[in-house]
């Protein structure tokens, strides 16, 4: 397993060569991380939590989508900033001496986190659930190890069009049950109150006018697999009472029946509703919420991960059939106008946007502006989108509320700045800087700088 480590503070050289042999004598053997641009997980020690180790962190976890673990060679130095290294992007955070085998922790933690993130990268998730970004990568990695590891029923919450089918289904495929069954998807929308117990349980036959023949019911299709309640939320406080003990026991009765019937199935709740505030205001039941809510998996909002919207651009005109000649490519204006673009309906919403400029476009050439529906398209008169929206102005006052001062926060930016640029050109110097504004020789000088800010004593 490849790792990298880094000693944070001056240590005793005595207990650094200890932890280094304890680890490749655990199988968990890794090598000294020389730069702060080594990519791939690694392992943290520090003797104190400060800014510093914070920082450090947030930089080699790239905010959260690389795997650190945080580990504090001396306990009582941890205390309540375990919480300040989570935020910071760390995977865990323990203490080594609060562990009789700490090297052994270690390897378990990598090897379950690499098999995440392998599923996580592979073409079975990225193909269906597109997207990069910090928030969205921490939601798949939940995901995947509810899905594997547990049988644990699953409360997937979020804005409409934000992809709570697709991630039941996910976790559906992901399931390792043995001779699992089928998923069976009952919309809670659709659901009749006079018709919800043979949509819940089936019916016998006879059981009222119209029964001329008996039917199983969803909780009965779902025996084996899993069981999807779409939109449970929209349930009146009736029906939610009638589904409490099926929920629980996994028995039910059919319509028309006295006898107990036994079902075995995962349960998978979405909503768009927020049930916590719904369950406080009467309008959800208490008991209900706590039985189909063990794991929650909230789902981003498009606004929330504006960084996935060219990726999940592209990847929906890659959906669209060819016929119209289209190259899979947008033009710059095109990129631009989907960028400042409100999403309302999120994924689904950008997904029609996309569709719809299929529809008009012609030849072998990419989308252009003129693809866009003409009640669609901005005001000709209005400047260029400022960049500068509310997701920035949000970022700027929580600093501020924190004490942060325009020095740290003028540095935190242009960090941020140059560590996208590099990013995103694939750490090619040059057109890092063009895209910068800055020559690569500046460039190559702050990368230095902050370098060495970043490493610390070794």
């Known amino acids: 397993m490849a790792a990298w480590h880094h000693f944070i503070e001056p240590m005793d050289a005595s207990i650094r060569s200890s932890i280094l042999r304890l680890l490749a004598g655990a199988h968990f053997k890794t090598s000294e991380r020389v730069s702060p641009d080594d990519p791939g997980p690694g392992v943290l020690f520090f ?33 309540t900033g375990a919480w300040r290294l989570l935020a910071s992007g760390a995977s865990d955070v323990f203490a080594w001496e609060h562990f009789g085998q700490p090297a052994e922790e270690i390897r378990a933690r990598f090897e379950r986190w690499r098999f995440i993130d392998d599923t996580v990268n592979s073409p079975l998730v990225q193909k269906t659930l597109v997207g990069r970004n910090p928030n969205w990568i921490s939601v798949l990695r939940q995901i995947t190890e509810i899905a594997t590891y547990t049988d644990a029923s699953v409360l997937i919450m979020g804005e409409s069009g934000t992809g709570k089918e697709l991630v039941a289904r996910l976790i559906h495929t992901l399931d390792a049950r043995p001779a699992k069954q089928d998923l069976v998807l009952l919309d809670c929308t659709t659901v009749v109150p006079e ?3 043979s949509e819940f349980f089936g019916h016998e036959r006879g059981a009222f006018t119209g029964a001329v023949a008996a039917r199983e019911g969803a909780f009965a299709m779902a025996d084996g697999g899993t069981l999807f309640l779409d939109e449970v939320g929209d349930l009146p406080l009736g029906l939610q ?63 929330d991960r504006p960084d996935d919207i060219l990726p999940l651009a592209h990847y929906f005109l890659e959906q669209q059939p060819q016929t119209n ?43 252009t502006a003129g693809d866009i529906p003409c009640e669609e398209r901005p005001a000709s ?36 700045a140059v560590q996208i640029a590099m990013e995103d050109e694939h750490g090619n110097l040059q057109r890092a800087a063009r895209r910068l504004g800055v020559t690569p020789r500046a460039l190559q000088l702050r990368r230095a700088s902050q370098r060495r800010g970043d490493l610390g004593p070794v």
């Open 381 to 416: 008169d209005i400047e260029p989108g400022d960049w500068r929206d509310r997701s920035f102005g949000h970022a700027i006052r929580c600093a501020i509320a924190l004490g942060t001062g325009l020095k740290q926060i003028h540095q935190a930016v242009s960090e941020m």
């Open 325 to 367: 000649g289209h190259r899979g490519a947008f033009d710059p204006e095109v990129c631009e106008y989907l960028l400042h673009r409100e999403y309302p309906g999120n994924v689904r919403d950008l997904r029609q946007v996309v569709s719809r400029m299929t529809f008009r476009h012609v030849g072998p050439g990419p989308i």
């Open 195 to 197: 018709l919800s117990g």
């Open 241 to 303: 009472a009638e589904l409490l003990r099926a929920v629980q026991e996994h028995t039910y009765k059919r319509v028309g029946s006295n006898t107990w019937q036994q079902t075995n199935f995962r349960l998978i709740c979405a909503t768009n509703k927020d049930l916590p505030l719904e369950e406080s205001q009467g309008r959800f039941r208490r008991d209900l919420y706590y039985r189909i809510a063990t794991c929650i998996c909230k789902l981003p909002s498009l606004r």
């Open 47 to 79: 003797a104190h939590v400060n800014r510093h180790v914070c920082d450090v962190v947030r930089r080699a976890s790239r905010n959260g989508l690389e795997r650190v673990l945080a580990v504090a060679v001396c306990g009582s130095s941890l205390g």
